[in-house]
């Protein structure tokens, strides 16, 4: 047997979901600039899981439906309550209530398409109202309610912070959620299939694909850009502070990837919104120290930027508290998560891989009292 480390390059599954081929991204076939530019959230939802982009009336009615389920029962905030609040981090808040959610979802355990794509648009409507229910609670507020008639991207900003965004933040934010939306065999997708191929239920796919998402060297390296800009403070520091995790032979957040050696298709659109966003706000330095730090490891290393580095500036600017970067990015994958997991229902079979044993070899079993 021979392995592939990390299975780089393995191919593991068809998909229809989205592809990346020579460094293009699209969803169901659809180019990611053309959605980025034109596109609300809502579409390309319904583009992910129905293969095809909806007309003005399915849209319309796919809106209305993702909305009357948007609620959460009470109980879910009243155990947020109750969570040693100031030390859990909002990626736990989310893996821990969208786990409890699959116990108020009496179709939670059947995993026949139809069921699951019910239970689908249940998570994808709840994942927003549970994600700013938490910002609010732990900030000593009570959880906001859903507005009708606002876009799903309008709701989380008006459910965050209690007021309806302008145009230029819903517009940026709506842009944002369709850029991470999907991203064909990444690991929290990967983990949610292979979940969901022993025939396990949707909200356990979810809540493996959130933990997945959690680290650092996938979605969690957002927050960490913001960490790194907010410690480097100053553009004039930025040079000294680069040098210094090269030499510690750290790796620099929101570089590299997996897939994309020539750049992430997606980091040009989140650039631009930062750059517009920053200048909006008056505070730019946040995308200046970015353009350093993307030209400095581009020059010295031959690294581009990922999804994840100019999304920090991003979120930044539209007054997002740190830690809440990741869980949006989880608000917004939710959708390709499903798309996946009603993907595999639909032809299932077990991913069970082998591993290649390099342990000791034979050996002789020695009672306790020999030991
Ligand atoms: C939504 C997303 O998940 S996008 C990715 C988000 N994650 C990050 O931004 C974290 C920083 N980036 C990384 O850790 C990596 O680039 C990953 C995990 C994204 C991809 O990793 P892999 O394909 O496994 O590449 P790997 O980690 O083996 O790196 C290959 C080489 O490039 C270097 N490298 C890769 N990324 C970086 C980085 N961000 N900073 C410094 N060096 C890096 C590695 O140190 C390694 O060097 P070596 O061969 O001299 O040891
Ligand atoms: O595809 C990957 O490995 C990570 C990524 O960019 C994503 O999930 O959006």
């Not at 019910?118 to 409507?125: C, F, G, P, T, W």
């Not at 997945?212 to 100053?234: D, T």
């Not at 010295?300 to 990741?326: C, Q, R, W």
């Not at 798309?339 to 032809?347: F, G, K, P, R, T």
């Amino acid at each position: 047997m021979s392995q592939t480390r990390g299975l780089e390059g393995v191919v593991a599954t068809t998909s229809s979901v989205s592809s990346i081929i020579d460094d293009v991204l699209t969803y169901q076939g659809y180019h990611i600039d053309d959605l980025a530019e034109q596109s609300s959230f809502e579409e390309v939802v319904y583009l992910l899981w129905n293969g095809k982009l909806p007309t003005k009336q399915e849209l319309d009615a796919f809106s209305k439906e993702l909305f009357a389920n948007m609620q959460v029962p009470d109980e879910i905030f009243n155990y947020m309550k109750a969570y040693p609040i100031a030390d859990v981090h909002p990626m736990a808040a989310l893996r821990t209530a969208i786990s409890q959610l699959g116990l108020y979802d009496k179709d939670a355990d059947k995993n026949d398409v139809e069921t699951a794509k019910k239970s689908a648009i249940k998570l994808q409507a709840k994942v927003a109202t549970v994600v700013t229910g938490f910002a609010r609670i732990r900030n000593g507020k009570e959880p906001v309610k859903p507005k009708e008639g606002l876009s799903f991207a309008a709701n989380f900003l008006y459910m965050l912070n209690g007021e309806e965004p302008n145009e230029v933040a819903e517009d940026a934010f709506n842009k944002a959620l369709v850029l991470h939306a999907d991203h064909e065999l990444n690991a929290s997708t990967f983990t949610a299939r292979v979940c969901v191929a022993t025939l396990s239920d949707i909200y356990s796919g979810i809540t493996a694909a959130i933990g997945a998402l959690k680290g650092p060297l996938h979605g969690g390296a957002n927050e960490r850009v913001m960490q790194m800009l907010s410690e480097i403070e100053q553009p004039e520091n930025v040079d000294s502070y680069v040098q210094g995790m090269f030499d510690k032979k750290e790796k620099i957040m929101g570089f590299g990837h997996r897939v994309y050696k020539n750049g992430d298709p997606r980091a040009k659109h989140l650039r631009e919104m930062s750059k517009k966003l920053g200048g909006i706000t008056g505070e730019d330095k946040w995308y200046e120290m970015s353009l350093q730090i993307e030209k400095i490891v581009t020059e010295e290393k031959g690294l581009l930027p990922n999804v994840d580095f100019y999304s920090a500036s991003m979120y930044h600017s539209l007054g997002i508290d740190h830690d809440l970067f990741t869980p949006i990015f989880a608000v917004s994958r939710v959708s390709g998560w499903n798309a996946h997991i009603l993907e595999q229902y639909s032809d299932n079979r077990l991913i069970r891989p082998r591993a290649e044993y390099v342990g000791p070899g034979k050996q002789q079993y020695v009672s306790i009292e020999n030991r």
